[in-house]
């Protein structure tokens, strides 16, 4: 069974400008939670994706957004990128159908922001 | 709001030392995640805890759970090079779904020869 997956794995961007990050779950999963890590606020909650569906959400403000497609894919979105906003983000699949018990993680697609 | 707490967040043991990381939360759950990461890597999974009492043991490495003190071990038995990484421990923020999960700052654990 594959892993999830994270596209593209190394992203360079200029604040202001915006990016999108992709996430393929496990085949079967429904469940995508986005993560931001940080060495200084260590890994912090964006948001959780359930069947199409924002479920969960972190403090962030609203410059990051998500969504989900029908096929489970989800992607995220940064707009107006800051310095601050270099990080790892990390997707996290889980299955189950409502009740999720373990999260997969992505090998993550690490941003900077130049 | 939920707080996860561990300690210590550095350790540098020697091989064949014992040692126990310990993660603290401040909520009620009944579940807790442990995750190893190594440096610029992902996370991986070791651990799911789903119950009080739940003691779980993989290789050198053995997790507990007591949801009573809110309190979750990671026991070291005769450490080895190969564990150096960072450990992270996980509570569910609403008890029965994982998909929104608070975070320890990580224990970095260095095993020296």
């Known amino acids: 069974k594959a892993g999830v997956t994270q596209t593209p794995r190394y992203l360079i961007k200029t604040r202001g400008q915006q990016v999108t990050l992709s996430c393929s779950p496990i085949?079967?999963?429904?469940?995508v939670s986005w993560y931001q890590q940080t060495p200084g606020q260590g890994l912090q909650f964006l948001f959780e994706?359930?069947?199409?569906?924002?479920?969960n959400k972190g403090n962030f403000p609203g410059r990051f957004s998500g969504r989900q497609f029908s096929n489970s894919r989800s992607e995220m979105n940064v707009s107006t990128l800051e310095l601050g906003d270099s990080a790892l983000y990390l997707c996290?699949?889980?299955?189950?159908?409502?009740?999720?018990?373990?999260?997969?993680f992505g090998p993550g697609t690490r941003l900077t922001v130049t | 709001e939920l707080k996860v707490e561990q300690n210590p967040l550095f350790l540098s043991m020697q091989e064949g030392k014992n040692y126990t990381i310990y993660c603290n939360y401040s909520?009620?759950?009944?579940?807790l995640y442990w995750y190893r990461q190594d440096p610029g890597k992902s996370l991986e999974s070791l651990f799911v805890?789903?119950?009080?009492?739940a003691v779980k043991q993989e290789g050198r490495l053995m997790a507990s759970l007591d949801t009573k003190a809110r309190l979750s071990t990671l026991h070291i038995t005769a450490a080895v090079h190969d564990l150096s990484a960072t450990y992270f421990c996980?509570?569910?923020?609403?008890?029965?779904?994982?998909?929104?999960?608070?975070f320890g700052d990580g224990t970095t654990l260095t095993v020296k020869p």
């Open positions: 909520t009620t759950s009944d579940r």
């Open positions: 996980a509570v569910p923020t609403y008890n029965t779904n994982a998909g929104k999960s608070t």
């Open positions: 085949s079967g999963h429904r469940s």
């Open positions: 996290a699949s889980s299955g189950g159908t409502g009740v999720t018990y373990e999260q997969y």
């Open positions: 805890l789903l119950s009080n009492g």
């Open positions: 994706y359930f069947s199409e569906t924002q479920r």
